[in-house]
């Protein structure tokens, strides 16, 4: 007997013309040693989150399949960069800064002409919305524009010698090494690439181990690299953490690139047997808060806060999980909060104003109610009456937002990081409350502070930023722009992301010295001149 089909069940017919589905994809192709190589291999089913009508007991729409490269693969790809590293004395970390940002404005050409069938297969594959989708296109490719621009200009700042103590000095950054770049399921393209383009910019090679989930888009992508990069400088892999786990254990990775999860970073890390060598950039979990003060703007709230904590469905590290209010003002706030819960709408990622979509990865909407139902056991009450998982199916990929009040430190939701549309309120009566509180978490990414007092505010936000790296009076949490810094505190994040900060933690500043005097010109007349080579 059929079971109760899926809530987030699609019809051919509503289906826009231009995201149909036709024959799965077969992507037999991966990058690796300069050339597109066709696996024989195992393969790996990808399934949308999705359902579609057309049998009796629907599954997941089968998407296509990739390779499931085996860790031999992953040692060949590691060879590959390594050879092309040279010890740092390959082709790619000694060509002039100018050859290299060619290569990249190739690649980033190649990549806009491919826009439609990526911005599709993240739609289909991570369930986000068609807009959110374009927008994420879009914005990588602007980040990695804003990205040539910044090293045009650090190559501009670095021109000059600089005199210190009877010594001329030229600086400049030069690459760390070999790179494993593994980027996250939420934003598989702009996470993957704000880390990769920046270190190859640098003159460093690149493993890439695509993300679990979030990776098909990445297919049309491996001409791309194959044409703008030279042999060994990128390598792309697909599979499970097993592939990569060589390239950790021979200790020749010099950098780890990496955005997900802490417990995942430190498994990572803990492969490496010379740590102290190892340079990390890993954008990890978070558990940002929002304090509504007894003055704040209501209306301004709610709106923030909304956006905040369900853009996405709430898988944003940046998102808002934890709000703190006010006591005096939390049935005010509850009440509009609620109702604007209550209107965001629930469908599939085509859909015209969507809001809420299913949920790619396995077992999310079962981890998500055993949240929900520990915080309901310990005395928090749902007050989206809809709340939850929108049926009992354990396929099901959709779970309504929910709104759980009053929220205390010994539920797990208070603590652990939920990376969904749920948002647990907290009551607080004076704000060092929740200064004890966030100072207490394992994590400290980010807050947001509501209210009119310009005065409290301030205070706030300096005591706040000793405990996250960034306060947003008034507003969400949020990533942007690019241009500023994009870092953490605790178990949250290892160095700094951006425009400029990106290609800093990618490389070491490095020095050419002579002494101050007449017979060193012409040494610095001739490094001058090797540094303006085109």
């Given amino acids: 007997m059929a079971s109760k089909p899926p809530f987030c069940l699609a019809h051919p017919q509503d ?29 790996q089913e990808v399934h949308a989150p999705v359902f579609v009508e057309g049998s009796k007991d629907p599954e997941r729409q089968l998407l296509g399949s990739c390779p499931a490269h085996a860790p031999s693969t992953g040692q060949e790809a590691l060879t ?18 100018e050859a290299r940002m060619a290569c990249v404005e190739d690649f980033c050409l ?41 090293l045009r200009r650090m190559l501009s700042e670095d021109s000059h010698t600089v005199k210190a103590s009877r010594i001329d000095a030229q600086i400049g950054h030069s690459p760390l090494g070999v790179v494993l770049c593994m980027g996250p399921f939420n934003f598989p393209l702009n996470e993957t690439l704000a880390t990769l383009i920046p270190a190859l910019l640098m003159g460093n090679t690149a493993v890439v181990k695509l993300p679990r989930i979030g990776r098909m888009l990445f297919f049309p992508l491996m001409d791309c690299f194959h044409k703008a990069f030279p042999r060994g400088v990128v390598n792309i892999l697909s599979g499970g953490i097993e592939t990569v786990t060589p390239a950790m254990t021979s200790g020749k990775v ?3 690139a990496f955005i997900g999860t802490s417990r995942a970073a430190q498994a990572m890390h803990a492969l490496h047997p010379h740590p102290n060598r190892l340079r990390c950039v890993l954008g990890l979990e978070a558990k940002n808060a929002a304090i509504i003060l007894p003055d704040a703007d209501l209306v301004e709230v709610v709106a923030e806060i909304l956006r905040g904590a369900f853009g ?18 939390a049935d005010a706030f509850l009440e509009r909060f609620c109702a604007a819960v209550a209107g965001l709408k629930i469908g599939l ?10 949920l790619p990865e396995p077992g999310k909407v079962q981890f998500l109610d055993a949240l929900r139902a520990d915080a309901l056991a310990k005395g928090a009450r749902e007050l989206t009456p809809n709340g939850g998982p929108m049926s009992a199916r354990p396929d099901e990929t959709f779970f309504a937002p929910s709104v759980l009040y009053p929220v205390t430190p010994h539920m797990r939701l208070f603590r652990e990081e939920q990376f969904g549309p749920i948002a647990p309120v907290a009551v607080f009566d004076e704000p060092t409350e929740v200064l004890r509180a966030i100072a207490a978490s394992d994590y400290g990414q980010q807050a947001s502070v509501f209210g009119s007092d310009p005065v409290q505010l301030a205070d706030l936000s300096q005591r706040l930023r000793n405990l996250v790296s960034r306060v947003n009076i008034n ?37 050419a010295v002579v002494r101050d005097k007449p017979t060193s010109k012409p040494v610095l007349q001739a490094l001058d001149d090797l540094r303006a080579m085109p």
């Fill in 254 to 256: 010099d950098v780890l």
């Fill in 312 to 329: 996405f469905n709430g898988q944003r590290c940046t998102a808002i999980k934890l709000i703190f209010v006010a006591r005096s003002i």
């Fill in 80 to 97: 590959a960069a390594c050879t092309a590293w040279d010890q740092g004395l390959g082709d790619w970390p000694n060509l002039p800064p």
């Fill in 349 to 358: 990622p085509w859909e015209q104003g969507v809001n809420i979509t299913p």
């Fill in 475 to 511: 507003c969400k949490c949020q990533r942007g722009p690019d241009e500023l810094p994009f870092t953490a505190r605790r178990d949250s994040a290892v160095g700094t992301l951006s425009v400029r900060d990106g290609l800093l933690a990618f490389s070491l500043p490095t020095l």
């Fill in 15 to 43: 289906i826009p013309a231009d995201l149909a589905l036709g024959e799965p994809l077969l992507s037999r192709d991966y990058l690796l040693d300069g050339e597109l190589r066709t696996w024989t291999g195992a393969m």
């Fill in 110 to 150: 190649r990549m806009n002409a491919k826009r439609t069938e990526i911005v599709r297969l993240m739609i289909w594959e991570i369930c986000k919305s068609r807009k959110e989708s374009e927008q994420e296109f879009d914005r990588t490719i602007e980040y990695i524009e804003d990205t040539l621009c910044e």
